[in-house]
Nanobody, 124 residues
């Protein structure tokens, strides 16, 4: 089993920055592919960014390319999402997820373990 715990959300003005963290515990060795998802109010969960240790591959949704950066610090078993130039439309609950796979999944149904989420609110 893997446990994920997100932190770093909050209220920020448009144009500001936040860094989300996702602490990984338990069987961290199987946390090969990881992703950040978000669920804006009244909409479905959507992928923001994904990371795989296999080839250190990354994937970003078009809406966040050039503004968000996903990274992982293995020594701390922590996944990060640096969010810059935030927009009101980035307002959402943000979740991290992981799966023991060599692929780079982008569909939420492909992930096995999820955190509880952290809320990000961007004011205009």
């Amino acid at each position: 089993q893997v446990q994920l715990s997100e932190s770093g959300g909050g209220l920020v003005q448009a144009g500001g920055s936040l860094r989300l963290s996702c602490a990984v515990s338990g069987r961290t060795s199987i946390s090969i592919a990881m992703g950040w998802f978000r669920r804006p109010p009244g909409t479905e969960r959507e992928l923001v960014a994904a990371f795989s240790w296999v080839g250190l591959r990354t994937y970003y949704a078009d809406s966040v390319k050039g503004r968000f950066t996903i990274s992982r610090e293995n020594a701390k078993n922590t996944l990060y999402l640096q969010m810059n130039r935030l927009k009101p439309e980035d307002t959402a609950m943000y979740y991290c997820a992981t799966r023991d796979t060599r692929a780079l999944p982008t569909n939420p149904d492909e992930f096995d373990y999820w955190g509880q989420g952290t809320r990000v609110t961007v004011s205009s």
